[in-house]
């Protein structure tokens, strides 16, 4: 027998701790989604007779705060809250600026050229992460790098 009968008591205790804290871990991870159509309506409740407030573009990135059936829950880069309907989202990775202006850049460096410039707002697919710098993908298909701490996504 490995345990004593006196520490089971101690061994159950820890093990439903440890449970605890990995549930508590997952359960804090932020889920994020993206619009995987042309245009996603953003309703005041979960289902079609609720109003469509606004709508947004294919990429678009929104945190999930809570699903109901096929709904979800989100907010955006404003912290503005609706709702979505599930299946019109997907789990591509796409970043939106919240800069004023930004400028993507050729390599991920201050000092590297300027391949564009960026408003507040636009949308960028995340193609990849270099430290606090990411390499994204204009809708028009120019790629390039900008610091991760002028946008919101993931």
């Not at 829950?73 to 503005?80: G, H």
């Not at 609706?82 to 600026?97: D, L, N, Q």
């Not at 707002?121 to 002028?150: C, H, P, Y």
Request: aromatic share 10%; charged share 20%.
């Amino acid at each position: 027998m490995f345990f004593k009968v006196g520490r089971w008591p101690a061994f159950l205790l820890g093990l439903l701790l440890c449970l605890a804290a990995s549930l508590a871990a997952a359960a804090s991870t932020t889920r994020m989604v993206s619009a995987a159509v042309d245009e996603l309506s953003l309703r005041t409740g979960p289902g079609t007779r609720y109003e469509a407030v606004w709508t947004v573009a294919k990429g678009y990135p929104l945190k999930v705060l809570s699903k109901r059936g096929n709904w979800l829950q989100v907010s955006d880069f404003e912290n503005d809250k609706a709702w979505v309907y599930a299946p019109m989202t997907g789990k591509t990775a796409h970043h939106v600026v919240k800069a004023e202006r930004a400028n993507l850049r050729r390599s991920a460096s201050t000092r590297s050229a300027i391949v564009a410039k960026l408003r507040y707002g636009d949308v960028l697919r995340t193609l990849e992460r270099r430290g606090d710098w990411l390499k994204v993908r204009l809708a028009g298909g120019t790629t390039g790098w900008i610091s991760q701490r002028l946008t919101w996504g993931w």
